[in-house]
């Protein structure tokens, strides 16, 4: 699966504060500026990687001030668990999932570490409109581990929203068709032998 979005970054500094003041604290870029790998696994597990880029506008609120200009890339490796397959057939045209991992973010200029190694946790749900086509509304929240694990000001929040594609390689055994099959229940001729019946 392969999906591309676009992304809002809440680097305000205030932890759990104005999780939703997104006029003041949310970064959005006009453009999709995630990309993201999924490869399924199994039992409803699969590994993702991703990449994001953003930048920080004058005016809004990032680690307590409103006078930061900086860009914001960030690479992420996430575990995924999808619910998909415990309900029934007709309802999974929408998937919720949570997610786990590491990741590395890169500030140019924003008043904390420049390379910031994180932990992820994250929720989601995926939309599918067809086998194939579907929207995915995603947030987790980022913890930087460095200089200082939770109390550090690295930890950010990140919400994205976008468009996925996937698609399935079906494998196929050659034998199946190939080699003949010969079942007793099936088929078998008699024969006579002779002066017999």
């Avoid at 590994?47 to 994001?52: F, H, K, Q």
């Avoid at 397959?85 to 949570?98: G, K, L």
Wanted: positive net charge; contains cysteine.
């Amino acid at each position: 699966m392969i999906g591309a979005s676009w992304t809002a970054i809440d680097d305000d500094g205030r932890k759990f504060a104005g999780l939703f003041d997104y006029s003041k604290s949310w970064n959005i870029l006009p453009y999709p500026s995630k990309i993201s790998v999924d490869r399924y696994l199994k039992h409803g597990w699969s590994i993702e990687g991703s990449a994001t880029y953003s930048e920080y506008k004058l005016g809004k609120m990032v680690q307590c001030s409103t006078d930061v200009s900086s860009i914001l890339a960030s690479f992420d490796i996430n575990a995924k668990h999808s619910f998909y397959t415990y309900y029934a057939p007709r309802h999974r045209w929408i998937e919720p999932y949570f997610s786990m991992g590491i990741g590395y973010t890169y500030r140019s200029s924003a008043r904390v570490a420049e390379h910031v190694p994180t932990v992820n946790l994250g929720f989601g749900l995926n939309f599918w409109f067809s086998k194939n086509i579907g929207i995915q509304l995603h947030s987790h929240g980022k913890l930087g581990v460095y200089p200082g694990f939770w109390d550090s000001h690295t930890s950010y929040f990140q919400h994205s929203a976008g468009l996925l594609f996937r698609w399935q390689n079906k494998k196929t055994k050659k034998s199946d068709f190939k080699r003949k099959k010969n079942k007793w229940a099936h088929g078998n001729k008699g024969y006579k032998r002779k002066g017999g019946h």
